[in-house]
Every structure is written in structure tokens, then in C-alpha cells.
């Protein structure tokens, strides 16, 4: 597909400087740094005062600079090589093509928010720019994807600070950010709100290889209130937030359809998306598939991505609101309200009356995810109520561990480091190949980062000169800044989120100020995040770091960056020594800056949660310890203050002080160099996107195209045999069991010692309605825990049908006088190495054509 572009500032280039159009219409700029120097070189301070943005920049350079722009021969000649380039990249073959050469794949990725480059101020945080790494990951590896978001017109807020320290927000339009997206009036269709109909348009932003759909609704043709739908982002009431979600989700698709684009997967990025659903339903059942077939197919081509550990975090909306705003559309699909709110049913941990979008998203998913390890076990846990029958284990909603787009945030002379010893493709380099990168020379790395703390301080005192905020006491204004390349920096950037406990440290002010007022050993923090405009909680931390600093005149070293953004988030992974991480475990579902951070030789310092605790191994960075299990909230944070404190001042002090004879921190860069070769290749973007694709989209994509073929044969079948089976489980019984004793102990042969002590269970299964083949029988079995049921490891073995055979009326159980087929199963195992063995007995259903194992969420056991 291609992206129709319409962009006003060719009209006054001259012939051969044409290409810059390209150039400037294709987002790629912001991670591909010769673009970038390009810009630079038309007006160095144009670039930096149009927050970078390309096509601020050509609108306002003067004519007379153009002019002796395309006099001067090298910067054609160079303008010329890089639209080649970004046309090669286009067109090139990249992993995708070359591992999938026959697929014919496209996914449609859905996200409220998409954070890209600081000039498209479409973010909020984390999941944003996660959303616009995605994007970036996938236009390198030649990843079929097309994103679909919001446009909003007033972006997220702006953040200053009043005298007193108290965050203030500022909404504003600025004209520049339409500059970045192309508009082409014939994209518009009709989106029903209520008993209204809204008129949407369709923006589109490039990704390199990537199209993203941005949709829009401030138009004159809408009225107000409507009309503001998509004003700002995360910035209205509950109602306001379902319609914006009316607007992704249904928007969404029918934006897809009135551009043609097809999508073989759909993508949701968290359930603010979840309405994508209804509209497919919607449009399945247009084309002759009845209510129950149209979900199966949905299903079969949509998955979910869950970003929160906290049930708080979770949109979740009231029966008289989707009513309102749905309940015509809903009426229009003939799909009865009741049976579309139980879709988005709640329960434990959630207020059981309203419509849980997650909820939704997982009913209607084929598959689903968390976002690091960890958080996948949170997650199954958390949405363990809409699975009762399985084993917490077993809930359908696996993890792929975030990644983060590595040429975005790599500083220019780690990246050339990089370059150099692997490939220029390091982004995409195994583990393996990052052995060679342990040679690279330490002080090659030290020398970088020297360059960008001085760089960073810089941006740190250009940003508090912007701002009303006074530091001294005596309310003077200082910008002065007690950095030098000598100091240890320690960065803290987030949202100013509770769980994140940004001020945990300023509980013991006292070891704080002695840490920050050692002259032999100088440290700084620089913190940066805003809170949500709701968060008071969040607010006052940020007041409290600004006081603190106040009140013991540590204000140049202990400082607070107002307007937290993309820009001064790269500024900080880059130039500073150590990223600290403090999050009540495990409420970070991943964290994606300490990665950002590592990737540019800064020493993570985190608390074990997310993908920390998946990818620490005691030399790559820092992790204090945690507190131990049983404790309140006030006990785990002085505990875990405590040990912050501790790490700091035992580990990461005495080694970034430590000096060799000519004065070089030799030991300090050998474990960031370490820590940057044990890490990049995993916490890369390219490994993420690669994940999905092997894991998710492309098997999603070849199931559902087989499921859909000859008039969606499969679906129609599959959806009878659930209907089959949801009729049929409860009366599915492990009507008896026996372990047969006396098999002969077999000679054992193995290294541990332990001999063989085979057994045989006899299962009998009685299924009336059901076939022996619509059930899976297995037995799990394996050492058991001292004291306990609960299994230390276990396997897990499928029990073979042997026969069935009818019961007599004297064997019939109770007033069920009925006789019964049962059937008979074998499994034989080994419970080898003495102890106390345990086994279960399980039966769920069984059938080649589901997404998961465990998706109908059916099971017995033993
Ligand atoms: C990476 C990034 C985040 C995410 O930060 P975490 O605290 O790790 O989730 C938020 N905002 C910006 C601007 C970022 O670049």
C-alpha cells in the first residue's frame, strides 16, 4: 500500500532540491541521524527552535538560504544520497521478506497513543513510545504493519511549574505537529455515536516502511461537542474516553476500509483498542456469518497486549454509558446489549457492574500477552476469574518482553562503537555476536559519554531557563548546575506514577544530603516525568523533590527537568552514569527506559521487577535487594530505601570513583561494556517485533487463513464443536483411576543414581455427548514440595485411549440409572529418585483448529 502524501513546502523548493520533500515526509528522519545533520545544515537554530521538526523548519527558512543551498553542490550531492537511501529502505528486503518469502501477511496495530519524535507530541508515556518503537522496529525488519491512532489536536500537556513547585498543565495546538501528517480531504467516512453521526478524517504519518492512520475529528463539519473527540490525549471525563475509544477501535477498522488496506491481524496495544472487535464482528455478520461464527473470526485474527499490573489501570466504563453511545450501533448488528456488556463482564479485583475493556480484549483475542516475564505471571494471575477452571498456570495470556528501537535512542558515537565492531545491523545481532563487542576498548565508551553528560547539562540548563519555577531560596533564578565530567549522574525519568516512588529516597534525608554534599565524591540526580493532571499524589512528589532541593540548597544537583518529552528522555539515557529504578514490585509491568539507558552505556540500578528481574544476572547493573514477602507498603519502602541507599553507597560509589594509575575508570566502563553486550541484543526493538511475528502474527495469520477458506468452512465447524462441547463438559467425569502396582522396576541407567519406579495409571473418562477425540486426557506427575501437594517440577504426558466399554445398572451412581460409556485410558511414568512423588489426572477439551490449548478455558482434574 502506498501513503498518499500532500505536502505544501514543495511549491517553493527550486528542481534540485526536490528530494527534500521525500525527505521531510517520511518520519524516518527522526531515527536516521544523517537526516537529522541534513536538517541541521539548512539552519542549525531553525532546527532546534521548531523542536526539530522538518517541516517547521523548510516553512520558515528564508529564501535566500535556499537559495544557496541548492548552489552548493555538496549538500545536493548529499540530499541526494539519502532520499536514495531512504528509497532503498523502502523497497529493500528485510527479515520479514527474507524468513517469510511466500507470506502474504499485513497486521493493523492499534494504539491510543504513538510517541515517534518529540515534534509529534502524540504520546503520554511508556506505552506510546513503545507503540511508536513497534512501529520503527517493524519498518526496519520489513514487518508488514500499518498503525492506527488517534490525531490529537492538542497532544498531550505541556508541563510547567508554578513558584511553589505545583505541576501546571498547558493544552495548545501548534500548527507545526500538522505539518508531519498528511491530509487528503477524500479521507473521511461516517462513524454512528449514539443516535449522531460524526464525520472522521483520516491523517497519515510515514514510518520509514510503515503507514500509521491517525484519525481526526476536528472538523467544521462536526459540531461541538463531538467535534472535540479527539482533542487531547488522556484529557476529558469517562465519557470522553469512551468516545475516543469508539472512535480507535470502530474508527479504526472503518479507516482501514475506506483506504482499501487490508488487515490479516489485528493488534490491540492495551483495550483502549478493544471496540476494533465490534466493528469486525459487525462486518463478519454482514457477510452471511451468524453471532457465535463472526466471534470465532474475530478471534481468530485479533490479539491483545496487556500493559498494567494495576486494575486500576484498566478502562472500564459504565452499562448507562455504552448504552448511550453504543446501544443504536449494537441495535444496528442485532447483538443485544446484555450479551455485548457480559463480553466486558468483570469480577474480582474490578467493579463487578462495569464493562471491562480487558476483559473484552481477552475474550475476543486468539492470543494474548504481557510485556515481560514477570508481568506475564502477574497477568494470569490478575485475569485468573476469567478462566475458574484452570490451573493460574495455564491461563491462556503468554509474555513477550519489551524492546525498545535501538537507532532512536543511541547516541551517535555508541552507535558508530557499534557499527564498528558488530555491523551496522546491530540492532538485529544475536547474543552470540556481541561477544566480539567485549573487546571494544572501555575508555572508547567513556570518552562518548563524557561528550554527552556535557551535552546533557546543557540541555538541563537551556530547559530550567525556560522555566518560572525559582530555585534559590531567596526566589532568584539560577540555572547553574553543578555538573562537571567528574560527577556520578544518576537519572530518574518516568511518569511521576505513585508505584514508581520517585521520592523513596528522600525518606532518609539525612543519608541523601550526606551523599549529595560529599565534595570528593560529587553526585547529582536528575529527575524529569510528568504526572497525570488527576494525580494529585503524583503532583506533590514533584513538589517535594523541588523543595527538598530548596530548602538544603542542593538545587544544582539535585534537580528537577520540567516538560518531560522524547528529547530530554534521550539527553538523559544518554549522559547519565546510572539509571535508578524504583518500582513497588511488581507493579512495573515492564519499564522500557532503564533499556533506553542501557543501550548507551548507562549502569541500571532497579529494583527486580519487569524486565529487570528477567534480564539482571549480578554483573550487568544493580539491583537492591527487595523486601521479603509479608510486609505493608510503608514497611517494604523503608526496607527497600534502606537498600537503595546501601547499593548506592557500597557498590555504585566506590566503583564509578574508582580510578586506575592514569586517572581512567577502567573498572567502571569494563561493566558497561559488559552490561551493554549481555544486554542490547535482548532489550532491542528488532528482537520484540521478531517475537511477534514468529509467535503471533504469523500463526494467527496461516490459522485463520485456513480457517477462513471456501466460505469460512473452518469457523463454521469450529464454532459448532465449541458449541458441542460448552453443551457437553459438565457432564465429562475422570470416573475412576488406579495406579497399577507391580510392574517390574526397570534397570536403571541413569547418572543420578536414581532407579526407575514405573507406574501405570488406568484412567476412566465418562464424556456422554462427547467423543473419546474431542478430549484431551493427560497426567502430570513429578516430585511434590516437603509438606505439601504443591508440585516442585512436573511433566506431563498424554494418556492414551485404549477403549470404552459400557456401564452396568448396578455401577450407575445415584438416581442416574442411566448406563454409561466410559472410556478407558493408559499413561505409564516413572517416578524415579525415591521422595514424595504426586500426579494429577486432567481432561480439557482437544481440537487441532484452536488458537491455545486452554482457550475455551474448560477443564477437570483429579
Ligand atoms: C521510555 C519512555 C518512557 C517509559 O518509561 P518507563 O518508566 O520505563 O516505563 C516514558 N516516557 C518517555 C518519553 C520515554 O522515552
Known sequence: MKASHVFNVGSKLPELLLPLNEIVGNLRWSWHVPSAELFRWIDPELWESTKRNPAALLDRVPMARIAELASDPRFVEQLNK??????????????????????????????????????????SGGLGVLAGDHLKSASSLGIPIVGVGLYYRDGYFSQSLRSDGWQHETYSHDPDTDRLVSSDPSHRFELPIGNDSLTVAI?????????????????????VPLRNVSDRLYGGDRTHRLLQEILLGIGGVRALDALGVRADVFHMNEGHAGFLTLERIRKFRASGLNMQEAIEATRATTMFTTHTP??????????????????????????????FLALGSAGRDFGSDEFNMAHMGLRLSGRANGVSRDHGFVSRELFSDLWPQLDVSQIPIEHVTNGVHARSWTLAKIDELLSKTLLDSWPEADVKEYDRFL???????ASAKRTAKMVLVDAIERRLKKSDYKVARDGQSTHSVSITPDTLVIGFARRFAPYKRATLLLRDKDRLLAMLRNSERPVAFVFAGKAHPADDPGKEMIASILSFARDNGVSDRFIFVPDYDISIARSLYQGVDVWLNTPRRPL???????????????????????WWSECYDAKNGFAPTSAPDGLDNNEIDAYETASIFETLEEEVIPLYFNKNANGDRLAWYEMVRYSMASLVPYISGARMVKDYTDDFYVPLARRSERLFEDDFAGIKELTQWKAKIR????????????????????????????????????????????AAQDLRVEVLYGPVLPGSTEFARYETLEATFTGSYMTSHELSHGKDEQPTEVNLYRAAFDAKGGGTFGYLIQVFPSNPNLAKEFEMGLRIHS
Open 82 to 123: 539519502i532520499a536514495a537511501d531512504l528509497r532503498r529502505h523502502r523497497s529493500s528486503s528485510g527479515y520479514f521478506q527474507i524468513k517469510y518469502p511466500h507470506e502474504n501477511l499485513q497486521v493493523a496495530y492499534f494504539s491510543p497513543e504513538f510517541g515517534i519524535t518529540e515534534a509529534l507530541p502524540q504520546y
Open 203 to 223: 491523517r497519515i504519518a510515514t514510518v520509514g516502511r510503515i503507514t500509521l492512520l491517525l484519525l481526526d475529528t476536528d472538523l467544521e463539519v462536526n459540531e
Open 310 to 339: 494495576v486494575p486500576a489501570g484498566i478502562d472500564r466504563f459504565d452499562r448507562g454509558l455504552i448504552e448511550t453511545y453504543l446501544g443504536p450501533y449494537l441495535k444496528s448488528m442485532d447483538l443485544d446489549l446484555d450479551e
Open 439 to 445: 573487546e571494544v576498548n572501555p575508555l572508547e565508551i
Open 588 to 610: 512495573e509491568a515492564s519499564g522500557t527506559s532503564g533499556m533506553k539507558a542501557a543501550m548507551n552505556g548507562t549502569l541500571n540500578c532497579s529494583i527486580l521487577d519487569g
Open 727 to 770: 453443551a457437553a463438559f459438565e457432564n465429562v467425569r475422570i470416573y475412576s483411576f488406579d495406579v497399577v502396582p507391580g510392574l517390574p522396576a526397570e534397570e536403571s541407567n541413569d547418572d543420578d543414581g536414581g532407579s526407575s519406579d514405573l507406574r501405570e495409571l488406568h484412567i476412566e473418562v465418562s464424556a456422554e455427548g462427547l
